[in-house]
């Protein structure tokens, strides 16, 4: 009953170094997404992929970068982190196609200094 | 464009008080989708509704209710004879002919004891 799953839980980085979040899905779901959460801003999305793949940009993927490694795995990487990066990230998934729920993973707090 | 406004920040209540949240949306598309989701203490997103344009069927399900109102563009969501349980954080998400949410800022609700 897992569901999507990303790891780290929590995670404090220095301002430059890199790290990635991953996320995998039991679902046999098409889509997967990488959001961020901001505080008074809500969700954003950063990137998404529509199948195995394809990658897209969402509507803040500057400084981020993403592979959709296989159907069940999506990897959001920052390859020099700023504090601006600080946020808590959430992967997600979905069937795919115009309307169908998306399931979200527990979130990643992730901290630049 | 697409759009979601949320316009209530934040909320209290006392325990067993109803109370309506409240989202408005933008969209120039006739087909799209509205979700609601609540993120609880622990920081999860949990799917609570979804509903279709073209279904304007209000929806119970136990103590929450969803009424769906195209004519004001609004999709809003009471809570009757609220609990401490349901102290969260609600967003209101759009999507249309994508599978990409588009997330209101989101309503903290606090229920007291």
């Known amino acids: 009953n897992a569901g999507v799953t990303q790891t780290p839980k929590f995670q404090v980085l220095k301002t430059g170094q890199s790290m990635t979040l991953q996320c995998a899905q039991d679902?046999?779901?098409?889509?997967m997404y990488w959001y961020r959460q901001d505080p008074g801003m809500g969700l954003r999305l950063i990137y998404y992929?529509?199948?195995?793949?394809?990658?897209d940009k969402g509507e803040v993927p500057n400084g981020y970068n993403v592979s959709r490694l296989n159907k069940r795995e999506f990897s959001l990487r920052l390859e020099s982190a700023a504090p601006s990066q600080t946020s808590v990230y959430f992967c997600a998934s979905s069937q795919g196609g115009s309307g169908n729920t998306i399931y979200f993973g527990e979130g990643s707090w992730l901290t630049v200094v | 464009a697409q759009k979601v406004t949320q316009a209530q920040t934040e909320i209290s209540v006392v325990e067993k008080e109803d109370v309506t949240l409240d989202c408005v949306y933008e969209t120039r598309d006739t087909t799209y989708y509205l979700f609601w989701y609540k993120q609880p203490p622990s920081g999860e997103l949990v799917f609570l509704i979804r509903r279709n344009s073209f279904d304007e069927q209000n929806e119970i399900s136990g103590r929450y209710s969803w009424n769906f109102q195209k004519s004001t563009s609004s999709f809003n969501f009471t809570i009757t004879a609220s609990q401490v349980v349901d102290s969260a954080v609600y967003f209101c998400a759009l999507s249309e002919d994508t599978d990409k949410l588009i997330f209101g800022t989101g309503t903290r609700l606090q229920v007291f004891p």
């Open positions: 992929s529509a199948s195995e793949g394809t990658t």
């Open positions: 679902m046999n779901h098409n889509s």
